[in-house]
């Protein structure tokens, strides 16, 4: 299995910037596409943002113009740049392979986006 550990949320102002950073236990993770993910509570999880192993981009019509998708593969990382942000981005951020391979890329434990004044 190839673990996965977020970090870098927390508390930001309406129009602030977050960067959110996920690194991966194993290089495998570099032939994979990797996506964000975002849960609110009561809601389903869904995909923001994914980059492909060519380091294509794509990113839901809500996050687009606000959010960057990255990798860096020598660290086995990938990154999400959150700028703008709106109090509908509350969330807690995921990442994993884009379609979600959860037996070998088991989901972590997140990490909390809270946008509020």
């Known amino acids: 299995q190839v673990q996965l550990v977020e970090s870098g949320g927390g508390l930001v102002q309406p129009g602030g910037s977050l960067r959110l950073s996920c690194v991966a236990s194993r290089s495998i993770f570099s032939v994979y596409a990797m996506g964000w993910y975002r849960q609110a509570p009561g809601e389903q999880r869904e995909l923001v943002a994914t980059i492909t192993a060519g380091r294509s981009t794509n990113y839901a019509d809500s996050v687009k113009g606000r959010f960057t998708i990255s990798r860096d593969n020598a660290k086995k990382a990938v990154y999400l740049q959150m700028n703008s942000l709106k109090p509908e981005d509350t969330a807690v951020y995921y990442c994993?392979?884009?379609?979600?391979?959860?037996?070998?890329?088991?989901w972590g434990q997140g990490t909390q986006v809270t946008v509020s004044s």
């Open positions: 994993n392979t884009d379609p979600p391979r959860d037996k070998l890329f088991p």
